[in-house]
């Protein structure tokens, strides 16, 4: 079959040649030349998501069939891809928002529609980790744990890891009321710098890609050593899924592997 997918990379992620990563956009074009919804399932099952999440690797250049996911429950449970695992896709039985190996050649990956996808990547243990940051997780501090799992199963060292935050609501738009911030002022002693007034009366302006970087920091990572896409999902529905503007949304897939 002939296509054309256009991923979403983190720019600065592109200069570590042996970390392939990228998020996939909202359409591929098809051999007629068709644009075509990529991914458009809320879930990760079914032989279209297969056929769809094949088709993302090979523009990846990645020979597997296909990724290895997870069942994402909003949390920071962390699941270890281990070797000869054999790649998986619909549902998975680990419950977790986190993946972490140092296998060459075994894609792993997150499914998002406004979460942030957060990728980590330690270029001298080369090893890396790919998690699903929604408020819940970011709350938990998903990121955080899953670096703390690297460190202990794969010696990385917090000065040389290197994160990436893919495609995700951006806080022009992710609005939430004062009771989802209560967590955040408990978890976090900087909350204020996380939040905005809304225009709208009692809400606020959330915003997600500063706390996961907040949480990066904590655990050790150099602010230095950490980057956005800059892509916000509700800003650019056009060619990414929001969950938030649209409701029944489809799924982008943030695919990480070692090469």
């Known amino acids: 079959m002939n296509f054309f997918i256009e991923p979403v990379f983190v720019a600065e992620l592109k200069k570590f040649p042996r970390l392939i990563h990228g998020t996939s956009p909202r359409f591929f074009t098809d051999e007629e030349n068709r644009r075509r919804p990529l991914l458009p399932r809320a879930n990760s099952g079914g032989d279209e998501t297969r056929e769809h999440v094949s088709l993302f690797l090979r523009s990846l250049n990645v020979a597997a069939p296909q990724a290895r996911l997870v069942r994402q429950v909003h949390g920071d449970a962390v699941f270890v891809l281990k070797k000869n695992d054999g790649p998986q896709a619909g549902s998975e039985n680990a419950e977790a928002d986190a993946i972490v190996a140092n296998e060459t050649g075994a894609p792993m990956g997150i499914l998002t529609a406004d979460c942030v996808p957060v990728i980590l990547y330690d270029p001298v243990a080369h090893a ?7 408020r819940k997780g970011t709350e938990l501090g998903v990121v955080s744990r899953t670096l703390k799992k690297m460190r202990a199963l794969y010696g990385c060292e917090m000065k040389n890891v290197v994160m990436g935050m893919g495609p995700g609501i951006g806080p022009c738009c992710y609005e939430v009321d004062a009771a989802c911030l209560e967590i955040f002022k408990k978890n976090y002693a900087e909350w204020e710098d996380l939040v905005s007034p ?15 970087e907040m949480d990066a920091q904590r655990a050790g990572l150099k602010p230095e050593n950490i980057f956005r896409s800059e892509l916000c999902t509700a800003c650019r529905s056009d060619i990414l899924y929001s969950y938030r503007k649209e409701g029944d949304a489809g799924r982008m897939i943030t695919v990480v592997m070692l090469a």
């Open 128 to 134: 890396a980790g790919v998690a699903h940051a929604g």
């Open 198 to 212: 809304s225009p709208n009366d009692g809400r606020y302006l959330l915003d997600l890609f500063r706390a996961n």
